[in-house]
């Protein structure tokens, strides 16, 4: 089965804070950041649902930065809810 992929507001947000975090050491690494999230969400269209679940969310450790990918599957639609980093206080994530 191939899934949609649909963002919230505040899961795009994410991936702009996460380009602006990498962008003040370097701007290309910032894109390459965005650009690497963006890789290991597009594998959701086909690999969504067989990550373990937290609070009724899958959650996708990302390849090549410290982030996770929260998601849920809504038929055959994948909603990217957050983009979180990894390196933040684990009480924060909720």
């Not at 930065?65 to 599957?73: A, K, L, N, T, V």
């Amino acid at each position: 089965m191939s899934y949609t992929i649909c963002f919230t507001p505040e899961a795009e947000k994410d991936l702009l804070n996460a380009k602006y975090f990498y962008s003040k050491t370097n701007l290309a690494l910032g894109q390459y950041c965005v650009d690497s999230l963006m890789l290991d969400i597009g594998r959701l269209q086909f690999f969504a649902g067989v990550h373990p679940q937290f609070n009724n969310r899958y959650r996708m450790v990302a390849r090549k930065f410290p982030y996770s990918i929260y998601y849920q599957i809504f038929g055959s639609q994948v909603l990217i809810l957050a983009v979180l980093d990894n390196r933040q206080n684990p009480k924060l994530l909720g």
